[in-house]
């Protein structure tokens, strides 16, 4: 798959927990949280109408995760850092 350009951001980052996904959104792509150890931990599709997605990771450890984005248009990864 290719890598998508976009212009998708993950924020507050770091963060304790609750987190936004916004910016260039593709409606009907695939959002993912992805461990550091490469488990989906939570999957999502982005709806047409929303311009952010309100995440919720607060159940999880500290460290490092990946935002993912699959859709039509390809593939964009952010990461996250969790406190």
Wanted: proline share 7%.
């Amino acid at each position: 798959m290719r890598v998508f350009a976009s212009e998708m951001r993950v924020f507050p980052n770091p963060s304790s927990g609750q987190i936004q996904v916004g910016g260039t959104l593709e409606p009907g792509a695939l959002l993912r949280v992805i461990s550091p150890m490469g488990k989906i931990l939570l999957q999502r599709r982005i709806q047409p109408d929303e311009i952010q997605v309100p995440l919720d990771l607060s159940n999880l450890a500290t460290g490092l995760y990946s935002i993912e984005m699959i859709g039509e248009n390809g593939i964009t990864t952010k990461k996250v850092v969790l406190e």
